[in-house]
C-alpha cells in the first residue's frame, strides 16, 4: 500500500449502538489502555467522549475520538463542524443493526463523512457477519464485495483479528480523501468537551485537526481565551507541541468553550481577548434560524437553488415507515431529488431536529408528534415539522413542493404538554391516562 503524501493526518470518529465494543476496538486499535479512554465509565458503557492518538500503515498520524453510543453523536459528528474525516461504524456481528446504528449511519451520511464499518465481535459463537451485511446495505451502505462502495471489516478487540486490516482501511479512506495539514503553522482545533476542575481550573479536550499547538500558546476557543498552561495527551503524559491529528487536554482557558468551538492559536494575549469578547458579544445575541419550510424549499426548487429535497421521517408503526419512505423516494425525477436521510418509529425527537438542521432539511412525522423540547428547538434551529394523519397528504404536500403549487399550510398551535404518569383501566370507559402538565396548559376542549 502506497504512503501518504506529506503531513497528512487524519480524525476518526466512532460510531454505532451502545456495548457493541467501540471502547474495546479503540484500545485495541492503539494498542494500550488509554487513561482518556477509561474515564468514566459506568456499568461498562462510555458515558463521555474519550479520545486516543493511533500510527496508521507508514507511521502517518491519525485521532480517534470515542463517542458515547447513546448520546452526543449528533453534536460531535456534524454539530462538531467538521471535526471527524472518518465515522468507525462498530457494529456487534451478535446483534446486528440496531437502533443507534441507523441513527449513527444517518448522521454520518447527512454530515457526509466516509464511513468504515467494523464487524466486531467475531469471536463470539453466535457471530452472523452476513446478517450485518444485509441490514446495512439496505441503510445504503452496500459492500465492495457486492458491488458497492463502503469497506467491511470483521474484526474482535478481543482476539485481534481484523485490526490490521481495519488500520490499512483507514489509510485507504484517508489517501482517497487526500487528506492533508501542515505542523508549520499556526495551531486550528475543535474542542470535544469541556469541564471545571477544582484543582486544575477549566479543562478542555481538544482536536488539534492542523498546524501545531505549543504550550505558552494564546489561544481562543468560542468564547473563552488564555495562554495554554500544560497539555497532556491520551496516556496522561505531559507534552509541550500538538501537531496534526492529536487529542489533548489543555489547561489555561478562562472559561468553559462549547462543545464543537473552534480552537485558533493567536499572536498574544490582547488579540485573543480581543476575538473572545467580540464572540461573547455575538452570543449575547439569541440566534434563531431562519425558518427553512416546505414552502421556501419550493421557492428555491423554482430558482434553480435546490435539486433535492432532504427528509426526516418519523412515523408510529414500521409498516408506515416503509410504505412512507418508498413512495416519497419515488416521487423523484430527473431535476428533482427526494432524500429521506432518516427514518424512525416514534416520536420527534430533539436529534431530529438536529439532524434535520444540519442536513437543511425538514421532518415528516405520521400518527407522531414532537417530544420533549423537539418543537422549542425546531423553532430555534428553523426547522419546518409537518405532522399527518393521511398518507396521501404528505405526499401530495411533497408533490405540490416539487411542482410549485403548494397550497397555504394549515398552522396548528400547540397549548400545552403532558407527561403520562400511569394509565388505569375502568370497565365500559376505557384507559384513563394519569398526566402530569409539563409545559403551557391542557384544556377540556382541546385535542
Known amino acids: 500500500m502506497s504512503s501518504l503524501s506529506g503531513d497528512s493526518a487524519v480524525i ?17 486499535l492503539t494498542g ?22 493511533l500510527a496508521l500503515p507508514c507511521g502517518r498520524p491519525a485521532g480517534i475520538v ?9 453534536r460531535t459528528m456534524v454539530a462538531g463542524a467538521g471535526g471527524v474525516d472518518v465515522a468507525l461504524l462498530v457494529v456487534s456481528a451478535e446483534e446486528g443493526v440496531m437502533p443507534q446504528t441507523r441513527e449513527a449511519v444517518s448522521h454520518s451520511q447527512a454530515a457526509g463523512v466516509p464511513i468504515i464499518i467494523a464487524v466486531n465481535k467475531m469471536d463470539r459463537p453466535d457471530a452472523q457477519p452476513d446478517k450485518v451485511m444485509n441490514e446495512l446495505a439496505a441503510l445504503g451502505l452496500t459492500p465492495e464485495d457486492w458491488g458497492g462502495e463502503s469497506i467491511y471489516v470483521p474484526t474482535s478487540a478481543i482476539t485481534g483479528q481484523g485490526i490490521e486490516t481495519l488500520l490499512e482501511s483507514v489509510l485507504l479512506t484517508a489517501e482517497v480523501l487526500e487528506l492533508s495539514a501542515n505542523p508549520e503553522i499556526p495551531a486550528e482545533g475543535v474542542v470535544l ?7 486544575r481550573g477549566v479543562v478542555a479536550n481538544v482536536l488539534v485537526r492542523d498546524g501545531s499547538l505549543e504550550a505558552g500558546d494564546y489561544v481562543v476557543a468560542g468564547t473563552a481565551w488564555g495562554r495554554v498552561r500544560a497539555m497532556t495527551d491520551d496516556r496522561g503524559k505531559s ?20 462543545a464543537g468551538d473552534k480552537l485558533y492559536k493567536v499572536t498574544d494575549a490582547k488579540k485573543a481577548q480581543e476575538v473572545a469578547e467580540g464572540n461573547r458579544e ?24 435546490q435539486h433535492e429535497l432532504k427528509l426526516v421521517v418519523k412515523t408510529d408503526v414500521h409498516g408506515s415507515l416503509e410504505a412512507l419512505n418508498k413512495s416519497l423516494e419515488e416521487l423523484s425525477t430527473e431535476k428533482v431529488r427526494v432524500s429521506v436521510i432518516h427514518g424512525g418509529v416514534g416520536g420527534i425527537t430533539e436529534r431530529d431536529v438536529m439532524l434535520a438542521s444540519a442536513s437543511d432539511g425538514i421532518i415528516i412525522g405520521f400518527n407522531t408528534r414532537p417530544m420533549g423540547k423537539a418543537n422549542s428547538m425546531a423553532k430555534k434551529e428553523g426547522v419546518d415539522i409537518r405532522s ?8 401530495n404536500d411533497v408533490k405540490a413542493a416539487m411542482a410549485g403549487l403548494l397550497a397555504p399550510k394549515l398552522v396548528e398551535k400547540d397549548v400545552g404538554q403532558a407527561e403520562v404518569r400511569e394509565t388505569f383501566g375502568i370497565p365500559k370507559i376505557g384507559t384513563i391516562a394519569g398526566c402530569m402538565v409539563t409545559d403551557g396548559k391542557i384544556l377540556r376542549s382541546g385535542r
Open 193 to 199: 468537551e469541556a469541564k471545571l476542575d477544582r484543582g
Open 388 to 395: 399527518y394523519n393521511v398518507i396521501y397528504e404528505a405526499l
Open 239 to 258: 507534552v509541550k507541541v500538538a501537531g496534526p491529528a492529536t487529542p489533548v487536554e489543555v489547561l489555561g482557558l478562562d472559561q468553559m468553550p462549547e
Open 32 to 53: 494500550t489502555d488509554c487513561d482518556r479512554l477509561d474515564e468514566e465509565k459506568r456499568r461498562g458503557i462510555t458515558i463521555v467522549l474519550g479520545f486516543a492518538s
Open 282 to 305: 455575538k452570543a449575547k445575541t439569541p440566534k434563531v434560524a431562519a425558518p427553512r419550510t416546505l414552502e421556501q424549499i419550493q421557492a428555491m426548487m423554482q430558482s434553480g437553488d
Open 66 to 74: 470515542d463517542v458515547p453510543g447513546h448520546e452526543k453523536f449528533v
Open 12 to 28: 476518526i470518529g466512532t460510531a454505532g449502538h451502545i456495548d457493541h465494543g467501540k471502547t474495546t476496538l479503540v484500545r485495541a
